[in-house]
């Protein structure tokens, strides 16, 4: 009854408009569709390339109390672009505790540029939450009457 449980949503959208505006377009839809499917889940966690940087959203990021986590900072390993997030509705999911950064794999590992995209052209991102369910560990024993 204490843990955390969520529904993770993955995706890579298509690199280039205008496809990848319309799959943005329909993820609002996928993100609705997966947070309303019957089971009672409120912690929706959308997550993935989404080849678009959080201005570029469109309908997804008009859905109401969308958060995100990376905003001005690249998440391409060669710096440039915004790419890479992971979305939530911050009403529902106040497990995050407000930490995420994307990983800098050139400087961590001490590789080259031309090291570093033969393991990708995408930096890890990541985002912290609580093990707990809303945030906070429920009564560990009961005061006796």
């Known amino acids: ?5 969520f529904t993770l949503i993955d995706i890579h959208t298509a690199p280039e408009p205008p496809e990848r505006d319309h799959e943005l377009n329909v993820l609002d ?4 569709a997966v947070r309303d499917d019957g089971r009672g889940e409120d912690d929706i966690i959308l997550l993935g390339d989404l080849n678009a940087s959080p201005e570029q959203f469109g309908q997804l990021g008009s859905v109401p109390y969308i958060s995100y986590v990376i ?3 690249p998440t391409n390993m ?10 939530f509705d911050r009403r529902a999911t106040t497990e995050f505790i407000g930490r995420a950064d994307v990983m800098d794999v050139q400087r961590e590992f001490n590789l080259t540029l031309e090291q570093a995209l033969l393991i990708s052209d995408h930096c890890p991102i990541w985002a912290e939450f609580s093990v707990y369910e809303g945030g906070r560990p429920g009564p560990v024993a009961a005061r006796p009457q």
Do not use: C, I, M
């Open 71 to 73: 905003s001005g900072k």
């Open 78 to 87: 060669r710096g440039t672009k915004t790419y890479d997030n992971l979305l």
């Open 29 to 32: 839809d996928v993100f609705r």
């Open 1 to 5: 009854n204490e843990a955390f449980t």
